[in-house]
């Protein structure tokens, strides 16, 4: 499915800037795997385009990117604001990711901050929505 290609070109655009701090699709992060920030990228919602007949279709998928670093340890604005806009900066450099994957536009739908007290885990929510071109007959 596109979907999946799409979260991964997501990864692959931030990897070049978070090396192994970002992942695809992780649900299971022990305290140690975020004594630094680290974010997982998870697909949230998938939107085709209804246009019956139609060669090519303009779909949206909304992907959630959560960044999460371990609250114990204190300092945690100053300790995960390098990597966020690390992200902010990877991701939105262009519009479309390059056109990667036939990505029309990429954009900001919100941030949440969450502080996850009994885990004491502090979290960012950044759900994207993107844009793409997609063949009819592509699932």
Do not use: C, W
């Not at 979260?7 to 192994?20: C, T």
């Not at 920030?37 to 998928?61: C, F, T, W, Y």
């Not at 990429?106 to 071109?133: A, C, G, P, S």
């Amino acid at each position: 499915m596109k979907d999946f290609d799409l979260a991964y070109a997501v990864e692959q655009a931030l990897g070049s800037v978070l090396g192994d701090r970002v992942t695809v699709g992780d649900l299971i992060v022990k305290p140690e795997d975020i004594r630094e920030p680290a974010s997982v990228i998870h697909l949230d919602e998938s939107v085709p385009e209804d246009k019956e007949g139609m060669a090519v279709r303009n779909d949206q998928v909304d992907i959630r990117i959560t960044t999460l670093i371990d609250a114990e340890g204190g300092q945690v604005y100053s300790r995960i604001r390098p990597h966020q806009m690390r992200l902010r900066k990877a991701l939105f450099a262009t519009h479309n990711l390059n056109g990667v994957l036939h990505i029309i536009s990429l954009k900001e739908r919100r941030t949440l901050y969450q502080f996850n007290r009994d885990e004491m885990v502090y979290m960012i929510h950044l759900d994207i929505r993107i844009r793409h071109r997609r063949a009819a007959e592509e699932p």
